[in-house]
């Protein structure tokens, strides 16, 4: 399966021989993108900081890595896998980039976010740009041939371009999650199985090699309480209370849930909506397989994918998308807002069953003065149109509407 992230990777890094930066959650298909695009180049090379020969081969002599491809005619491709975990990485990745006799292209993956390690004295600006992985979404797993630009996809999608796909994946990816290796092999079972050792290996390995904290256990407890709060406004003195720890340590420890790709949150947008929260963030799970309760497992499932489509355009150099939500202090509430370049571009409201507009839609749209408003339903084979003021609001299937995203 070719991932959204390829066509970027190839056109905005390789083109100029510049390092792409892969991160994104733990077993998300990282290492598979970079293998398939290695098989495709046919010389280069696949290196894993876990292999003993290659961490002595990066101590003692990097350049060795590309010594035996100075002969081939074709621009090598090398792949370094979770070299992150190693202390002065970005300044021996940059000596190697640097004192090249000839070009090659690098790509560099981790399951942390790569950009924390922006920080620090050996920058790679101007020499690496960086792309985010995400699990498995509707476009791609229908293959949906669609416009690349996201007025012309949300044109598109308003329009009713392109009918229903004969298949509608959305069943599954709320059943076995977004994440390859469980949706491929669609069984309970080996689902639940992944599921426990990814947060074995996240909440213990992952977060021992990025910070270094005793307290392991302590976060184990707090990842246990987050399922039945995602969709909510996240109180952080509620899970200080309930883990009987400090403020600063709970805000601490999301952060670094965060930075590994177990949580994300959304803040609320507040410029010219009236009485909106300012403060108060909104928490989702990369799996949202986790999440029991069948309303916030669709709503993470969308905020997902949302994101990505965020991250994607981002990366892929249409413009800067953020994703934050609406909520007043009438707890009147739209789900998702996506906004380009500082401004609001596509509200989206998530309903499991409800096919009728939310009925504060006009309320907000008056605010925002977006021309388009989205509301999904997990109901298939769904599209409505309607209008909300000068907005045009369509309700519409999951499983159809998300394919015009990335």
Same mark, same amino acid.
């Not at 598979?32 to 046919?42: H, N, P, S």
């Given at each position: $399966?070719?991932?959204?992230?390829?066509?970027?990777?190839?056109?905005?890094? &390789?083109?100029?021989?510049?390092?792409?930066?892969?991160?994104?959650?733990?077993?998300?298909?990282?290492?598979?993108?970079?293998? $398939?695009?290695?098989?495709?180049?046919?010389?280069?090379?696949?290196?894993?900081?876990?292999?003993? %020969?290659?961490?002595?081969?990066?101590?003692?002599?990097?350049?060795? $890595?590309?010594?035996?491809?100075?002969?081939?005619?074709?621009?090598?491709?090398?792949?370094?896998?979770?070299?992150?975990?190693?202390?002065?990485?970005?300044?021996?990745?940059?000596?190697?980039?640097?004192?090249?006799?000839?070009?090659?292209?690098?790509?560099?993956?981790?399951?942390?976010?790569?950009?924390?390690?922006?920080?620090?004295?050996?920058?790679?600006?101007?020499?690496?740009?960086?792309?985010?992985?995400?699990?498995?979404?509707?476009?791609?797993?229908? =293959?949906? *041939?669609?416009?690349?630009?996201?007025?012309?996809?949300?044109?598109?999608? &308003?329009?009713?371009?392109?009918?229903?796909? @004969?298949?509608?994946?959305?069943?599954?990816?709320?059943? &076995?999650?977004?994440?390859?290796?469980?949706?491929?092999? =669609?069984?309970?079972?080996?689902?639940?199985?992944?599921?426990?050792?990814?947060?074995?290996?996240?909440?213990?390995?992952?977060?021992?090699?990025?910070?270094?904290?005793?307290?392991?256990?302590?976060?184990? $407890?707090?990842? %246990?309480?987050?399922?039945?709060?995602?969709?909510?406004?996240?109180?952080?003195?509620?899970?200080?209370?309930?883990?009987?720890?400090?403020?600063?340590?709970?805000?601490?420890?999301?952060?670094?849930?965060?930075?590994?790709?177990?949580?994300?949150?959304? @803040?609320?947008?507040?410029?010219?909506?009236?009485? *909106?929260? @300012?403060?108060?963030?909104?928490?989702?799970?990369?799996?949202?397989?986790?999440?029991?309760?069948?309303? =916030?497992?669709?709503?993470?499932?969308?905020?997902?994918?949302?994101?990505?489509?965020?991250?994607?355009?981002?990366?892929?150099?249409?413009?800067?998308?953020?994703?934050?939500?609406?909520?007043?202090?009438?707890?009147?509430?739209?789900?998702?807002?996506?906004?380009?370049?500082?401004?609001?571009?596509?509200?989206?409201?998530? @309903?499991?069953?409800?096919?009728?507009?939310?009925?504060?839609?006009?309320?907000?749209?008056?605010?925002?003065?977006?021309?388009?408003?989205?509301?999904?339903?997990?109901?298939?084979?769904?599209?409505?149109?309607?209008?909300?003021?000068?907005?045009?609001?369509?309700?519409?299937?999951?499983?159809?509407?998300?394919?015009?995203?990335?």
């Amino acid at each position: $399966m070719e991932r959204s992230l390829t066509t970027p990777i190839k056109e905005l890094a &390789f083109s100029d021989h510049k390092i792409a930066l892969v991160s994104g959650p733990r077993q998300c298909g990282k290492t598979t993108l970079g293998k $398939m695009l290695l098989a495709e180049r046919k010389v280069g090379g696949y290196h894993n900081w876990d292999d003993v %020969s290659f961490r002595r081969m990066w101590t003692k002599e990097p350049t060795s $890595m590309t010594a035996e491809f100075t002969a081939s005619s074709v621009v090598p491709l090398l792949v370094l896998d979770e070299i992150h975990k190693v202390r002065g990485w970005k300044r021996t990745l940059k000596g190697l980039y640097d004192t090249r006799e000839r070009p090659f292209d690098l790509i560099v993956t981790g399951s942390a976010r790569l950009n924390v390690y922006k920080k620090g004295g050996d920058s790679l600006l101007g020499r690496a740009l960086h792309f985010r992985l995400h699990p498995l979404s509707v476009a791609e797993l229908t =293959a949906a *041939s669609l416009p690349g630009e996201p007025d012309e996809r949300i044109g598109a999608l &308003f329009t009713h371009a392109t009918r229903v796909a @004969k298949e509608d994946p959305i069943e599954s990816l709320l059943r &076995f999650g977004g994440f390859p290796e469980p949706f491929l092999a =669609a069984n309970e079972r080996k689902a639940r199985v992944w599921r426990h050792s990814r947060i074995e290996k996240v909440l213990r390995e992952d977060l021992r090699d990025l910070s270094r904290i005793p307290e392991l256990s302590r976060v184990e $407890m707090l990842a %246990s309480l987050l399922p039945e709060r995602v969709g909510s406004p996240l109180s952080r003195a509620s899970l200080r209370e309930d883990l009987e720890v400090s403020f600063d340590s709970v805000t601490r420890w999301l952060g670094l849930l965060s930075e590994l790709y177990y949580t994300f949150e959304l @803040k609320p947008y507040a410029r010219s909506v009236a009485r *909106s929260l @300012k403060r108060e963030s909104k928490l989702y799970l990369w799996d949202w397989s986790e999440v029991q309760e069948p309303g =916030a497992r669709f709503e993470n499932l969308v905020a997902v994918h949302l994101l990505k489509a965020c991250d994607f355009w981002t990366d892929s150099g249409e413009g800067t998308f953020d994703l934050k939500y609406l909520r007043n202090k009438e707890k009147e509430e739209i789900d998702f807002l996506i906004v380009r370049d500082g401004k609001p571009w596509l509200p989206v409201e998530v @309903k499991l069953n409800d096919t009728e507009p939310l009925r504060h839609w006009r309320k907000f749209v008056g605010y925002l003065g977006c021309r388009r408003a989205l509301q999904l339903v997990c109901k298939p084979g769904w599209f409505r149109r309607y209008t909300e003021g000068d907005t045009e609001l369509i309700v519409a299937s999951a499983g159809d509407a998300l394919r015009y995203f990335a």
